[in-house]
């Protein structure tokens, strides 16, 4: 199940790293169990692929850690969004604004512009 950038998006940096490394587990141990079939069958495997059937229980660990975890995290970063956005002030109405010209009016007085004949 790969996901979309739109979903990667929606689910955030955190929650996109958190799945990348969970596919990618997955992915090992699926090697891992194609290896162990090979094996079954009779064929030779190298010292490669030894060492990577013996990370087989931390893989499988990993992978369990991570998908319980998930969840809770899940929840705690959507929390943790919804308690920024309601701390942000809320946009004002729009007021018809107020011409520059007026207030630099007042605070330029007594200031002699180049153009202005004395």
Sequence with gaps: MASTPVQEAA???V???FNKRLRAL???YNR???MEESIAQGKPINKEQEEVLRSKPSVSAAIDELEKLRAPLSSALSEELDL???RQPQPQPSS???PDSAENHESQEGATAPWRIC
Aim: glycine content about 6%.
């Design 11 to 13: 689910d955030g940096p």
């Design 15 to 17: 929650l996109s790293l």
């Design 26 to 28: 997955k992915k090992k």
């Design 32 to 34: 891992i169990l194609q």
């Design 84 to 86: 920024a956005l309601s």
């Design 96 to 98: 018809p604004s107020v």
